[in-house]
Nanobody, 123 residues
């Protein structure tokens, strides 16, 4: 069972990136999923989460209005559209899948984790 995040890179402040999280080995169509991030020297923090059917979504206050989480269950893939990026968004972004179908902001609710992708925003 694997979750693989991709799409990170170097972007200037104000720019945009789209992250993808592809699942393999099993389907996560019935699981809530989320993005977390960890900046250098800081703890991992919640970014956004989405229910199994996309009907319920949560965002961290720091990204609300700038980031959009979505999923395509036909492709077993989740996305994070990031706009108006700021230097403080620089971090390794990881995707995760919960045991249940509903979104959560809590780290401990997520059972499956993928390797992260680095997003660097220059000022």
């Amino acid at each position: 069972v694997q979750l693989q995040a991709s799409g990170g890179g170097l972007v200037q402040a104000g720019g945009s990136l789209r992250l993808s999280c592809a699942a393999s080995g099993r389907t996560f169509n019935n699981n809530g999923m989320a993005w977390f991030r960890q900046a250098p020297g800081k703890e991992r923090e919640f970014v956004a989460s989405i229910s199994w059917n996309g009907g319920s979504i949560f965002y961290a206050d720091s990204v609300k209005g700038r980031f959009t989480i979505s999923r395509d269950n036909r492709k077993n893939t989740m996305y994070l559209e990031m706009n108006s990026l700021k230097p403080e968004d620089t971090a390794v972004y990881s995707c995760a899948a919960a045991l249940g179908g509903w979104p959560s902001r809590a780290l401990h609710d997520y059972r499956y984790w993928g390797q992260g992708t680095l997003v660097t925003v220059s000022s």
